[in-house]
């Protein structure tokens, strides 16, 4: 009696919930900064006076991490295009880190979990930039598996008959067509970032060229004004009467 009344009181103690497994792998964060699975993102965030973003996305051993960002504007007075990256393993390793205004970091996953994507923006201290960023995984397979795939292809081969032959040859066709329209996608996504980039510049550049030319205006009507009233006075004339004339 006295164990089994221990034994309740360890349990009221230390309640329900002190095994099982853990459903989230980061209990303090949001949905919106925990990216899952092996599809790609691409989207633009606007980072503040030095400040801080981070990302957690999905990764298993053996596939493909790529992080692609560029800068698209900034504002304030230094106007530094720099921007600092780090990416992190699920243990809080570093992985890669960046410092410029463009950068691809890639790599092969070491271990399964979320990886962590920083950005930050303590080159600006009175300034906001927009980042536009394209991330995801793919799997490419390693060489073992290669190897392995090519001797099962081959026993296959041996087995089957020329209409298996002929689905081999289309499945082998498509695995490559995907991966050959995945990157493609990839290329296009960087083209959007070069172009969004671009057209801010122009924007930026517009609107400078217009406040240049207001100011110039002015300047110009400012100094066209004073000219004429100086002139004006050199040749200004006094009248002279009987009391009041000028003495030599």
């Known amino acids: 009696m006295p164990g089994a009344a221990f034994l309740l009181v360890l349990l009221l103690v230390l309640g329900p919930g002190c095994g099982g497994p853990v459903k989230d792998p980061q209990p303090g964060l949001s949905d919106q900064d925990l990216f899952w699975g092996t599809d790609q993102y691409d989207f633009a965030i ?61 790599f092969e996953a070491k271990e399964t979990g979320f990886y962590q994507m920083c950005l930050s923006n303590f080159h600006n201290r009175f300034g906001h930039m927009q980042v536009f960023l394209n991330f ?77 030319s207001a100011a110039q205006s002015v300047v110009i009507l400012l100094s066209g004004y004073l000219q004429l009233f100086f002139l004006k006075r050199l040749f200004k004339t006094k009248t002279t009467t009987e009391t009041d004339k000028p003495r030599c």
């Open 46 to 106: 606007v980072l503040g006076a030095s400040g801080l973003e981070c990302f957690w996305h999905m990764a298993h051993q053996g596939e493909q991490f790529y992080f692609n960002y560029m800068v698209q504007w900034v504002t304030g007075v230094a106007n530094d295009r720099h921007l600092a990256v780090t990416v992190n393993s699920p243990k809080g390793y570093l992985v890669s880190e960046a410092d410029d205004a463009t950068g691809e970091i890639k």
């Open 136 to 212: 995801g995984v793919y799997y490419e397979g390693s060489e073992d598996m290669k190897k392995q795939k090519e001797e099962d292809d081959k026993k296959k081969e041996e087995d089957r008959k020329d209409l298996n032959n002929t689905i081999t040859t289309i499945e082998d066709s498509s695995v490559r067509l995907q991966s050959y329209v995945f990157h493609m996608w990839r290329h296009y996504n960087f083209a959007r970032m070069r172009r969004g980039t671009d057209y801010y510049l122009l924007l930026s550049n517009s609107t400078y060229v217009g406040y240049w």
